[in-house]
């Protein structure tokens, strides 16, 4: 089942993102959060954007969310996505399900285009991130220390929906019309 994040995933959150952070260059972030500073950053992410979790059987397997892309207030239709699988669910789909329904659910927000930013040469990602339809934006070279190295970031965009011209603001996700949101986490979370 697709749903919304809540306080008490974070636990189970926290434990799918350690790796990332001990042993891999998913995340930049070098020294691990705990459990309440993942709960707070929930908590954050959510009074604008959608936090997303893949469950079975009472068990979170993966989560996706978006954030900001940049503060100035131009880039407010923009916004950056990231998903985080556990490692024994990985290579059964979750990834591209729960990928395509944070990226409708940001379509429903009005938010016009999504950013994935990828720690290269991330083989995996970046195949996800092409099948489900996004470009090659550019390369920032040896950005990132970790791990004893110098790592290259890969940006792939995706064009979610026109931008209108004036835009309208972006909806918060707290604020989207709960039958649109529910309608799309029961149609796509169930046929996984």
Request: hydrophobic share 45%; net charge neutral; charged share 20%.
């Amino acid at each position: 089942m697709i749903r919304t994040a809540r306080d008490d995933d974070a636990a189970a959150i926290h434990a799918i993102y350690a790796p990332s952070v001990s042993d891999g260059v998913a995340t930049f972030e070098t020294a691990l959060p705990g459990v309440d500073a993942m709960r707070e950053r929930l908590r954050t992410r959510l009074q604008h954007y959608p936090w997303l979790v893949w469950e079975e059987a009472g068990e979170v397997l993966a989560y996706a969310y978006a954030g900001r892309f940049r503060e100035r207030a131009a880039y407010d239709w923009m916004a950056e996505t990231s998903i985080y699988v556990r490692a024994d669910a990985h290579r059964r789909g979750i990834a591209r399900k729960l990928y395509g329904v944070l990226l409708d659910v940001m379509r429903l927000q009005g938010i016009t285009q999504a950013v994935g930013v990828i720690t290269l040469p991330g083989t995996v990602s970046v195949a996800m991130h092409e099948a489900m339809g996004f470009t090659a934006a550019g390369v920032w070279r040896q950005c990132g220390y970790k791990l004893g190295q110098w790592w290259d970031v890969g940006v792939w965009q995706k064009e979610l929906q026109p931008a209108a011209n004036p835009p309208i603001a972006v909806t918060p996700f707290p604020r989207l019309p709960p039958a649109p949101l529910h309608s799309l986490l029961e149609d796509r979370g169930q046929s996984a």
